[in-house]
């Protein structure tokens, strides 16, 4: 870790001298009276591309003080961008790698770590696997490093929190908006928020979307609705309650095989499957409610349910193996899946903030119950082959009989209590445990075979806090959280998964972070994340073995805020490493880890050139990385430049241009499989109207 330490140590050196940091420190900022520092004191929320704090931590701790590395993308920064899904948004978040995902969800590598499940919708898990749109969302909080403690099973490299948008009791507003890109792509959205009375308001999100691109065939279609309603009996009590509705079609895309270990050149657009077979569908089911109540001046409750179904039918045709260049074709395979999935979840938490002896405590208690019935299917097609073209002719491969029919029944208690001890006004202590009993029941219903398997762990956290002053902190942080063997998304679960012990990850992180000023944040931090218990299936007996292992580790710096009145920036940088260091049943030890570039950098930024005429800049790069496991396949390097014009026509009515691959550069940004490769989109553009009510 000597060269990743040193680049922390670099990272830190990039705060200016005291005389420039007074410079950008408003003129209301405290002065302490013994030490004589500056002082910032953070209030609310700051305007612009940095928040201050992060709805996913549970407590009304400051970014600043939480002894994790935690990104968060504002509303302000997803407009600048254009941006309306979630994928799109988090190329711009250095350390979290997009997967392809089939062509049908989304699907993300964190710290090396590659998960279909960690994401969550205001705090409770949506883990579902389809595509997710951003028309309803205030912000996306990316949190990395394993973490149990707030979330539970999984999350091994990190999770993605939506917090979406709730009403607002003060005042009626209103925004509509449209945009069209240059490939014929649209997309419409509106956001009303209404009071009702002093104490009762509403809020209705909606959008229609219509997707295309440079890719044959595709195309596809997205409905959202969300109508929230909010209840404030008395000052100390808040009430929400709120219903999703995604409504999601598409043609599956698998993009292009590889060529000689290297993506398949010059076939960009070229579709390898059929518009009638490669349809993906969902329909996706949220009702939320949220009780927020305040019982003294320190101590405040909330209450969470969440009941969600999710209706999803996806099939494809794809490439299943690479060009052979003796007769020039392509082998194809195909399959379709469904999944039926109803869960319920519950979650309560106490948080006390006050003072025992003259030591500061954060307090957080809570305890949260998961009820999660899976029903998935499987039928597969013959296999094929197509003759290489530019535009394919592919034949029509048959479904067979389901070869795949489970039932899965998750349950889960868990109970977590985790204490910030502010020990002196230079020192915080964060401590806290977490209890999961996890119960998985399966059974397929082709055979008749059931299994079960239940597993009760405990999983810490830890860190220590050093505040030379009010707004820099240096800290050190060890967490753990752990996966089940039967997978993220616990479809099935066989005879053998139920004999083994999860899989373990710790993540140990050491940083620092400094409010530069209210709206600037600086964060440098160095990690290194182990993952064990993964199956080896021992060569002599044949038995599975729980003795693989990987080692995943890194340097993250970013910065994000105001620089100047007039310029805003979210800029980042990633360097990592990863390796499996003791043979799986995927990899001998040795092998570097799929998707893994050792180089991630992202900047964008707006520039204000006038009170009506503003400018944005952005750029993302990728050094090379390996498509999969097997270190067969490379994915190119690439950068790309992104570029954005925005004017006011008025107080109440923007327009805005968004420029999307300026170099019009030829890249392969995503992968599933080692001939399963995505391709980017050319150099394209997308106009969008904006008014507010």
């Known amino acids: 870790m000597n060269r990743f330490s040193s680049l922390l140590l670099a990272g830190t050196m990039l705060m200016p001298s005291a005389a420039f940091a007074e410079e950008l420190v408003p003129a209301d900022a405290a002065l302490d009276a013994e030490s004589g520092n500056t002082v910032i004191v953070v209030t609310g929320t700051a305007d612009g591309y940095r928040p201050v704090d992060a709805n996913a931590v549970k407590t009304p701790t400051p970014l600043v003080n939480v002894p994790q590395t935690i990104t968060v993308l504002t509303r302000e920064q997803l407009d600048d961008q254009g941006i309306t899904q979630l994928g799109d948004a988090l190329r711009y978040v250095p350390g979290v790698v997009l997967g392809q995902g089939e062509g049908h969800r989304d699907q993300i590598t964190i710290r090396g770590q590659n998960t279909t499940a960690d994401f969550y919708f205001d705090g409770l898990r949506d883990d579902t696997q389809y595509y997710r749109s951003l028309y309803n969302i205030e912000r996306v909080e990316v949190l990395k490093g394993a973490n149990a403690l707030l979330f539970g099973r999984g999350g091994g490299g990190g999770v993605i929190n939506r917090v979406s948008k709730t009403p607002d009791l003060d005042r009626t507003k209103g925004q509509a908006s449209a945009n069209v890109d240059s490939f014929g792509a649209f997309a419409l959205a509106a956001d009303w928020n209404q009071p009702f009375t002093e104490t009762v308001g509403g809020r209705l999100n909606a959008t229609y979307e219509e997707f295309d691109n440079h890719r044959q065939e595709f195309e596809g279609r997205f409905i959202g609705v969300n109508p929230t309603m909010a209840f404030q009996p008395g000052e100390a009590t808040r009430i929400e309650l709120s219903y999703n509705y995604d409504d999601d079609r598409r043609i599956t895309d698998r993009g292009v095989p590889s060529l000689n270990g290297k993506p398949l050149t010059g076939y960009d657009d070229t579709f390898f499957g059929r518009a009638d077979t490669n349809i993906a569908t969902v329909k996706a089911h949220i009702a939320q409610a949220r009780l927020d109540h305040e019982l003294a001046e320190n101590l405040s409750f909330n209450v969470l349910g969440q009941y969600s179904h999710t209706d999803k039918l996806y099939g494809n045709i794809f490439a299943s193996g690479a060009v052979n260049t003796t007769n020039n074709t392509v082998a194809l395979a195909g399959y379709e899946s469904g999944t039926v999935r109803g869960s319920w979840i519950g979650q309560a938490n106490l948080v006390w903030t006050g003072q025992t002896g003259g030591i500061g405590h954060t307090l957080l208690a809570g305890v949260e119950f998961a009820d999660q019935d899976t029903l998935a299917t499987r039928r597969n097609t ?15 491969l048959a479904y067979g009989a389901l070869v795949s029919n489970s039932n899965t029944d998750v349950r889960t208690i868990s109970a977590y209590i985790q204490d910030q001890i502010e020990l002196a006004s230079f020192l915080q202590v964060v401590a806290g445990v977490r209890y999961d009993e996890f119960r998985i029941t399966g059974r397929n219903a082709i055979n008749g075979v059931g299994a079960s398997r239940t597993d009760r762990k405990w999983s810490p956290r830890f860190g220590v806090i050093l505040k030379p002053q009010e707004n820099v902190s240096f800290y050190g942080s060890f967490t753990r959280t752990f996966l ?41 931090a160095v990690y290194q994340l182990d993952r ?20 995943a580790k890194g340097v993250e710096l970013s910065l994000a805020g105001r620089v100047l009145p007039d310029l805003q920036v979210s800029l980042g940088y990633t360097l990592q490493d990863g390796e499996v260091r003791s043979q799986t049943t995927a990899a001998p030890a040795g092998r570097k880890l799929s998707q893994l570039p050792r180089h991630q950098a992202s900047a964008w930024t707006r520039y204000d050139v006038t009170n009506k005429l503003g400018l944005g800049l952005g750029l993302t790069h990728q050094s090379k990385s390996f498509t999969t496991i097997s270190n067969a396949v490379t994915l190119p390097a690439f950068t790309r430049v992104d570029a954005a014009v925005f004017y006011d026509l008025s107080e109440n009515l923007s327009i805005q241009l968004n420029v999307e691959n300026l170099t019009d550069t030829d890249y392969f940004p995503a992968a599933h499989t080692d001939n399963n490769i995505s391709t980017g989109e050319p150099l394209n553009a997308r106009l969008t109207v904006r008014a507010k009510f």
């Not at 013959?382 to 029509?396: D, E, F």
């Not at 139920?498 to 373990?504: C, R």
């Open 484 to 524: 089940p063997q039967s997978g993220d998304q616990f479809g099935a679960l066989d005879p053998v998964q139920a004999t083994l012990a999860p899989e373990s990850f710790e993540n140990i992180e050491a940083g620092v972070k400094w409010d530069v000023n209210p709206n600037l944040a600086f964060t440098a």
């Open 532 to 551: 064990d218990n993964s199956r080896f299936n021992n060569p002599v007996t044949g038995l599975p073995e729980l003795s693989g292992k990987t080692r």
């Open 382 to 396: 013959p296999s094929g082959s197509v003759t290489l073209a530019r535009r394919l002719t592919v034949p029509a």
